[in-house]
């Protein structure tokens, strides 16, 4: 809980500072996976529903594990970071 709600003014500037922000470089990860997710999943729903556009004659074999559309999964799939190393070295 805040101790006070912001004042018009301080919530105008607050968001002429965010529209300021460089999107690919600023903005925060969870609306970049949220959106992964969902695209995601029409895909799933297209290959389910035999959506020919995207995958033309192939047929639909197994399930779509959308339980697996996570976080935890994504990233064990992904390769670390350029940087990370000197970034954890500098923290440590």
């Known amino acids: 809980m805040y101790e006070r ?4 003014d301080e919530t105008v500037g607050l968001a002429e500072a965010f529209d300021e922000l460089d999107p690919k470089l600023r903005y ?5 996976i949220k959106f992964f997710r ?7 729903d297209a290959f389910i529903e035999g959506d ?13 594990r959308r339980a697996e559309f996570v976080l935890s999964n994504f990233a ?3 390769r670390i970071p350029i940087g990370l190393p000197a970034f954890v070295d500098a923290i440590a």
């Open 28 to 32: 925060r990860g969870k609306f970049a």
């Open 38 to 44: 969902e695209w995601l999943n029409k895909i799933a």
């Open 52 to 64: 020919h556009g995207f995958f033309g004659e192939t047929k639909p074999e197994g399930k779509v």
């Open 76 to 78: 064990s799939k992904s």
């Open 5 to 8: 709600e912001p004042t018009e």
